[in-house]
């Protein structure tokens, strides 16, 4: 079945890049998703990308989809302290839109 | 527009009783999936309904259960909670119309202590 790793902590300086993996053993979707999740709050879609597509940039957001290697990675240039958050990495389950299987999440700390 | 809004957002239980949860999907959505968040399972999706019936289901014990009404809004209830029921709820909504990119907009949660 499918499965997403990510790993678990990233911690960078306020400005740096942030990088952000994530790899999957199967994938026949369309879209692969990344999301947010604040203390507290829920999730919020913060990009995607369309499976014929290797890069995405949306502002600071840089999404490369290596689909030989089923790898997928967020790059967040310039990362400041409210980018501190939980990312998942995400993509539906058996080609339904709405049955996701998230990645366990990847916490990012940013210091000053 | 709104955003998908859950009820409760914290609630206490013992072991055995039984909760409902709330939720109202962003107006004009017509599909409502349901996942429960754990420390040591993570996401892990629950089922989705779409006017008002059940299309998709995961891998939970017949105790978990889900009701779509007619406008859109739904409900899950676990029954004889047990202690590893513990999680945040989160209900998510989404357009599914023909432009649809499958974006899902989560709601905040419903964060369950079952002691």
């Known amino acids: 079945g499918e499965d997403v790793e990510q790993s678990l902590f990233l911690s960078v300086r306020e400005g740096d890049s942030s990088v952000i993996n994530c790899t999957y053993t199967?994938?026949?979707?369309?879209?692969l998703y990344w999301y947010k999740q604040e203390p507290g709050a829920g999730l919020q879609l913060l990009t995607y990308?369309?499976?014929?597509?290797d890069m995405k940039q949306d502002q600071r957001l840089t999404v490369l989809l290596n689909k030989k290697d089923k790898h997928l990675s967020l790059r967040i240039a310039d990362t400041q302290t409210g980018d501190s958050a939980i990312y998942f990495c995400?993509?539906?389950?058996?080609?339904?839109?709405?049955?996701?299987?998230f990645g366990a999440g990847t916490r990012l700390a940013v210091h000053p | 527009k709104a955003g998908v809004t859950q009820t409760p957002r914290y609630l206490i239980k013992t072991r055995g009783q039984q909760v409902t949860l709330s939720c109202s999907p962003i107006?004009?959505?017509?599909?409502v999936s349901w996942y429960q968040q754990t420390p040591g399972q993570g996401l892990q999706f629950l089922f989705e309904y779409f006017s008002e019936t059940q299309r998709n289901k995961g891998n939970f014990p017949g105790r978990f259960s889900g009701r779509q009404f007619s406008n859109s809004r739904s409900e899950m209830n676990v029954s004889t909670l047990e202690l590893g029921d513990s999680a945040l709820y989160l209900c998510a909504s989404s357009f599914n119309g023909p432009t649809n990119t499958g974006e899902l907009f989560f709601g905040e949660g419903s964060r369950l202590t079952v002691l």
């Open positions: 107006s004009g959505h017509r599909s």
């Open positions: 995400a993509f539906p389950i058996s080609g339904g839109y709405n049955k996701l299987i």
């Open positions: 199967d994938s026949s979707s369309t879209y």
């Open positions: 990308i369309f499976s014929n597509m």
